[in-house]
């Protein structure tokens, strides 16, 4: 988990766009089947990210959250765990 912050180790006080990209494609691919429609790696770090994001957007930021398919193995449904995680967390 890499957490967001400015030279000089300030938290960040601004907008942010998070990346979620994933591990080796070709490794992805092939639990996938290239069929992208099931989690095929889990990653344990997404509620930290969306922890991280709660926090930020507390602050008065926004936060974008960029999910690739190579992340999991399915980007629609990271973001639906994610979503519900942050619904818990209200």
Known sequence: MHFLRHPGNQKVETDV???LLGGDRTEIENKTNE???TIVEPKPDK??????????????HMVTI????YYEGSAP????????????FA
Do not use: Y
Not at 47 to 60: K, L, P, Q, S, Y
Not at 77 to 88: F, R, V, W
């Open 17 to 19: 766009v998070i990346r």
């Open 35 to 37: 069929q992208w429609n």
């Open 66 to 69: 960029n999910v690739n398919n």
């Open 77 to 88: 449904l990271t973001i639906e765990a994610m979503q519900d995680m942050a619904k818990s």
């Open 47 to 60: 509620e930290a990210i969306v922890t991280m994001a709660r926090d930020i957007t507390h602050r008065g």
